[in-house]
């Protein structure tokens, strides 16, 4: 039995939806920025139901903290190259690629603003540098006699990203190739052990 | 002669009305962040004429930008300890003191939200690790032989400020007392010459 057609046919469902809700938030934001930013225009841009965008991100700062979590979901946990300064270049450079796009820096700058709402945007940004990829990174390099002890891995990967952060959105300046080496060298020697 | 009292007498005029304003764009930014910031409300809370605020500042950018030189201003030179470890906590501790201040994180957050409407607040806030106090705190070093040659003086400030704005903004917890030493920590090691 064939009922009329739905007025949503053709629209994304699903895992679809969410993925092209959230490519249409990084969109909007490298458009007008997070002051700019609504769940109506959201909505429009990825030709998905208002309410089915509500319904799962009430708010925008919902929308900027699940952008924000795809977009880190893409680093996954840095990998093991066999060497503390090789472990730090491939942990930062993905975030400094990311930084260095349109769309990342205009992420990056809602997820600062949105942490005076309820640190939404801020803890996930957080996450990238968090637990899992600071500690791994950490045991394997203490394993190899490569870490100083006493450096809280977190403090050392924080160092790398507020780095990253600085350049982006302040020198606005792009955070790879010499000055992301630069930043590896400084971090890496600040970390480990004495020779 | 006398003649009539004039409709503004009692407020403040001059190098009064500039420092009456900055104090009133940082309390504003505290109590309801950039986006509620207005030149209207700035005139209200210092007491002065709404004109002369906008004779001089123009646009809230620009109030930002001059309440963030306002406390760049109050850093100065950064002092010849007789040491490059001594002469990073004496340049850091107080750009941590002030991003400790709740004025301090929300003048730190408007300034990177204009970031992206034309540099004012960004342009103001990067002094802080700029030229002056980088260079002659890195020409000391040299002239002990404690700065490894090849690593750039901006590079190196603008990590321990970058740590410090992560660290405030998006872990939101102080950047002083033991937190602050093992930045020193990681930042002195990392560009001190070998030994």
């Known amino acids: 039995m064939t009922g009329p057609p739905r007025r949503d046919a053709g629209r994304p469902r699903g895992a679809t939806v969410v993925s092209a809700v959230l490519a249409a938030v990084r969109a909007e934001l490298a458009e007008t920025g997070f002051e700019g930013l609504s769940v109506e225009r959201v909505a429009r841009r990825a030709e998905v139901n208002k309410t089915s965008v509500y319904r799962r991100w009430p708010t925008r700062e919902a929308l900027v903290a ?37 769309d990342g820096v205009a992420l990056l700058r809602a997820a600062l603003a949105t942490t005076a709402r309820g640190d939404l945007g801020g803890a996930a940004l957080q996450r990238a540098g968090d637990g899992h990829s600071a500690s791994s990174l950490a045991e394997r ?19 790398l990203v507020g780095a990253i952060i600085h350049r982006t959105l302040l020198e606005q ?6 000055w992301l080496e630069g930043l590896v060298d400084i971090v890496h020697r600040g970390i480990r052990a004495d020779p």
Request: glycine share 12%; aromatic share 4%; proline share 10%.
């Open 66 to 102: 699940a952008a924000m979590e795809g977009l880190l979901e893409e680093f996954g946990d840095s990998p093991d190259t066999g060497s503390l300064r090789g472990d730090l270049l491939a942990l930062a450079a993905p975030i400094a690629d990311l930084a260095a796009r349109p």
């Open 141 to 159: 390099a203490r394993a190899r006699g490569e870490w100083r002890p006493g450096v809280d891995p977190q403090q050392a990967i924080f160092t």
């Open 173 to 178: 300046a792009g955070p790879t190739g010499e």
